[in-house]
């Protein structure tokens, strides 16, 4: 079994602390603007948590049927810092084994966390935009409020901008260190076999 | 007062006959003027102008340099506007020992100050007519404390304070009998005092405190000011009727050629305070005090002062002798010279601090009165302004050595250097201005920039609006040496003195919501669930939410003629400006305007069976219209159950509702 260069095994460290700011910083942000919110409403999501403005965005989106958010209501923010931790925990036995192969599943791991994360993210901003109650007080045929994963919206009187935070950041430079690292390994093995 | 402002009007004319010059009544303003007031929409003012509204009771906050009004703040009168002293939790602070007055005479405004600076966290306000000083929080914009001042009639020489806000004062105006007993109007001499009141201040939560009175002998305290720096341990007090006419003052207290100007050693005082050398007298006045955590004011009967004899307790005061009935009275920022400003004098006394303190060293005394030393006029003066103008009332500060005194008679503002007493220049107001203000111009660190003239007659200067016309206000640039004419604008009731305080020392710390999680009003609902209808015999309480776009409960049935109704609604919002109004039909207080996060109450007491409608008044939502009820009202004694709701908790029992 090939063993992990050293380039190799100081990544795993590095992945790890990229992922630890998941504790420390907001991963996703939603900007809001309306000509009656003149400074802006902010929504930031955190690994277990949503803050910001959530009252004040809950209150608007009864007019047009939108769900209230509620913490509780989030599955996601059990299983998510949940199997990050496990995760992190796999990265320590990785360069603890130091085996090449370990580093490509860990890699592949965090590929499947990371593309369900989003599935999950995009599902939910669907439901949150389309499951609207039929007695809401303003109803726009064919209208629908998902908000956007990334990037910007105009919905009714509202700008949204929807975009990673510091932790997201983060988020994603450990899934491109973790690639970039498990090309360089796999080409290592294939320069020596050669 | 229409034939003293003959007399003025005719002193005034033979002024300007003297004089040899015709005023031309229209202003020169020059090019630059529109532009230094301009502030683009969207951009705020760069300062706070708190004024005085005069016999509105009130408080107006406008933005300088544009004028603009934005704000006004009820303090002593009610203001249906927003419930202020129709809802249940502010009633009481408009409650005195008279009962429930709902209006006063505001005149005199102070921002508190830290060594002598203005620090921007409260403002001080006198009520002229019923005897009382309020403070109001400048993080909310509210009144947060009302004081009745015992032994006094006219609380006119008020709320000016200590350098470091240790005390407000508050002197009476017309002298009365301590006790208030029935004398002869006539026996003026032997039984009127006039009592000056020091307040002390708490310096954490604001709280006043009446901590002594002094019995002067009876005459009028008209103005005052501290002293700062060097002569921060006095307070200067203006006097006029010295004379001690008890009728026609107009000519009665006009007789002397001097007054005096009260000069109070307040330490002194404390230390005899301390000491125990005041007598402890029984008295009653209401202390009524605002709860931010429970939004509602409570009130609390006082029953004694400590009063201060000056005939017996010596080196405590001393008099100042000041021509013709002085009106204002200034002191310059660095505490040195006090401007007394004799209305009907043609000329502006300057007294010197430390000649006044050495004339007490030297027992340099012209006499007494009532036992009181009286310091020779000479040996106090620094200097007099000659030929500055005609009626001078009040002085504000530029902090570069200038003075700039209003003067009612000429119609104007002077300009004067304190050190040569020399006239630097003039400019005219229209018309016959009052106080002035400069922003922190009685402090020890003027802003300076701006003269702001508040002024007692409008005339032909606005559109006219019938016989009544507002008052108005006049904005100065003092930024060079000729002071340059940049704006008119109306004003609430009558402004009399007032403050200014760039924006930057309080905007920030300004409140935008009140915290639900902090609502302790004994009548909050906790959300839409905790609201409920509770009846206690003919008591009718109704626990409602507001939030947008409907009130909870909005059906109420099961309340009969004779049920007397409290509606405590809270506004569930805690976002900045949604604030709800609630009013209901035929409802004979006012409405309630309910900020984000607070409880208000409305006592309704039906005069007819039937339906009352009420509703939210203050457009919050694109549903605002929807946001409605009923109250449904029965004759007593009909089987109506107790029944209410909003939304599917009526409709289910919908059946129940036919009669």
Known sequence: MEK?????????????VFLATLWMFPMWRIDLKAPQYPGGLTMTIWINDVKGDVDVVNGLNHYIGMKSIHKQDFKEFVYLPATIMTFMILGIVVAVTNKKVAYYLWTAMFAVI????????????????????????????????????????????????????????????????????????????????? | MKKLLLIFSTLGVVGLTESCKMKNTDAVVEGGAASKVYVAPGKYDEFYNFVSGGFSGQVSVYGLPSGRLLKVIPVFSVNPENGYGYSEETKPMLTTTAGFVPWDDQHHLEISQTN???????????????????????????????????????????????????????????????????????????????????????KTTGN???????????????LSHSGKGPSSGWFFFSTYNTEQANTLLEVNASQKDKDFIVAVNWKKAEEYVKSGKGTKMKTKYYHNTWNEDTHSATSKVE??????????????????????????????????????????????????????TKAIADKNFEGDYYGIPVVKYEAALHGEVQKPGLGPLHTEFDGKGNAY???????????????????????????????????????????????????????????????????????????????????????????HYAQAIPASVIKDKIAKIYDINKNHNPYVSMGEKATKVVRNGNRVDVYMTAIRSHLTPDNIEGVFLGDEIYFHVTNLEQDWDVPHGFAVK??????????????CTLKFVPDRVGMFPFYCTDFCSALHQEMQGYLRVSAKGSNVPLKYGTGSSVAASDSGAAK
């Open chain 1, 4 to 16: 992990l260069t050293k380039l190799g095994r100081i990544s795993t460290v590095i992945v790890i």
């Open chain 1, 114 to 194: 990371g593309l369900f994360s989003f599935y999950d993210f995009y599902k939910w901003e669907y439901d949150y935009g389309h499951n609207l109650d039929p007695h809401a007080p303003i109803q726009v045929p064919g209208m629908a409020y998902q908000p956007p994963l990334f990037g910007y919206k105009k919905m009714l009187n509202f700008e949204v901008l929807s975009q990673p935070h510091i932790a997201g950041w983060f988020y994603i430079l450990a899934g491109v260190l973790l690639v970039s690292v498990s090309i360089f390994e796999w080409r290592k093995t294939a320069k020596i076999e050669a």
């Open chain 2, 116 to 202: 002598g600076e203005q620090d921007g966290r409260w403002l001080f306000a006198n009520a002229n007519n019923t005897p009382r000083v309020a403070r109001l929080d400048l993080t909310t914009f509210k009144t947060a404390e009302i004081l009745e001042i015992p032994n006094s009639a006219g609380n006119h020489s008020s709320p000016f304070i200590t350098e470091n806000t240790e005390y407000v004062v508050a002197g009476t105006r017309f002298s009365i009998p301590i006790k208030n007993e029935d004398v002869p109007i006539t026996s003026f001499k032997q039984n009127f005092k006039s009592v000056a009141s020091f307040i002390s201040v708490d």
């Open chain 2, 208 to 222: 006043m405190h009446i901590a002594f009175q002094i019995a002067l002998p009876g005459m009028s305290l008209d």
């Open chain 2, 303 to 356: 029953d004694e002062v400590i009063m201060l004899d000056p005939s017996e307790l010596k080196d405590m005061i001393y008099m100042i002798p000041c021509p013709k009935s002085p009106h204002g009275c200034d002191v310059d920022p660095s505490g040195e010279y006090i401007v007394g400003s004799g209305k009907l004098a043609a000329l502006i006394p300057v007294f010197s601090f430390t000649k006044f």
């Open chain 2, 405 to 495: 005194t209003s003067f009612f008679l000429s119609s104007e503002i002077v300009k004067w250097s304190i050190k040569d007493v020399k006239v630097l220049d003039r400019v005219p107001t229209y018309y016959s201005i009052g106080h002035l203000c400069i922003p922190g111009g009685d402090t020890k660190k003027p802003w300076g920039k701006y003269v702001i003239a508040y002024n007692k007659i409008t005339k032909d200067r606005y559109l006219p609006t019938g016989p009544e016309l507002p008052q108005a206000a006049q904005l100065y640039d003092i930024s060079g040496d000729k002071m340059q004419l940049l704006l008119d604008f109306p004003t609430i009731g009558e402004p």
């Open chain 2, 586 to 599: 035929g409802a004979n207080t006012a409405e309630l305007l309910i900020m984000p996060g607070e409880t």
